[in-house]
């Protein structure tokens, strides 16, 4: 499938606005991954608010492009008290992540994985910033944007064949 | 992305085989999954042999349908040792997973994620039975076989819209 092999994180954005619609769209790609149990274990906050950007750029010193990012979508976790496999949300919450990561790709758009969780620091910054719910956490920030540069998208060799083995340990 | 919408867990599967090449290709689109700092944090068991299928269907009671399975593929934590974000080794296994999940969609291959990791007696068993090196842990299973129903991938409405906001917590 194409977009899992051109997928790469993309840092540097065109001024050109993602439009609701496909910013939904992606919203649904994340919440159609798979969950344990089907649990309902996310939230996503969709950010197009420029000025909750320019906020977000300072979650960490990686992540300073978010200044020029047209968009970004929070992955939270949820409903601590009641799912029923809580030992599996973040299995839950990197897929969901994962599908909005290849939907962008899809739809052309740049995106990339901001790492959240586990480290505290990033993930109580996010949360102030959001007035997120002390009983939800932030998992993922991914920032969103169509690439500055036109040939962004291309398939790169990182495959290590020698970490794939069949039917036994090498 | 047509994928991203149909892919189901899929645990009854026909006689079909699945080639030698298109389980390569499922283990490369799970190495294409983003990692962070592209560390090399994981490793993939490709199981096709029977006798091994049919041990792993005991790793829960939730696995009994392996003995149909025409095949798995195991997602294994590896080089806790050196890589430089171990914190996030979680992160990269889940993707993972979920390209695969999303390749085998691609070619028609039912799939379904076998939680494993972090339920100690799952993971103690799978990695006993591959001889898996006590440095290394077991994230997943995916149990893979063509669809018994030929209608298996349908687009199921489970999106749950009050879980998306914009810009802020509702």
Redesign the interface.
């Known amino acids: 499938?194409k977009?899992?092999?051109l997928?790469r994180?993309i840092r540097s954005y065109s001024d050109k606005e993602i439009s609701t619609r496909d910013l939904?769209r992606l919203?649904?790609?994340g919440?159609?991954?798979?969950s344990?149990r089907?649990q309902?274990s996310?939230?996503?906050?969709?950010?197009?608010?420029k000025s909750?950007l320019l906020e977000l750029a300072s979650m960490s010193k990686y992540a300073s492009f978010l200044k020029e990012a047209k968009a970004c979508i929070l992955v939270i976790g949820?409903n601590k008290d009641t799912i029923p496999?809580l030992?599996?949300q973040?299995?839950d919450l990197?897929?969901t992540?994962?599908?909005i990561?290849?939907?962008a790709t899809?739809l052309g758009i740049g995106s990339c994985?901001l790492?959240t969780?586990?480290?505290k620091e990033r993930m109580d910054y996010v949360k102030n910033t959001?007035?997120?719910?002390d009983n939800d956490f932030v998992y993922?920030v991914i920032a969103l944007g169509y690439p500055k540069d036109p040939n962004a998208f291309y398939e790169k060799d990182?495959?290590?064949k020698e970490?794939?083995?069949?039917?036994?340990?090498k």
Chains 1, 2 share one sequence.
């Open positions: 499938m977009e899992i092999f997928r994180s939904e919203a649904e790609a919440l159609m991954a798979p344990a089907n309902d996310r939230g996503l906050i969709i950010v197009n608010d909750i949820i496999t030992h599996m973040e299995c990197a897929a992540t994962e599908n990561l290849l939907e899809h994985w790492g969780y586990p480290v959001l007035n997120i719910s993922s990182k495959i290590k970490n794939i083995c069949w039917n036994r340990v």
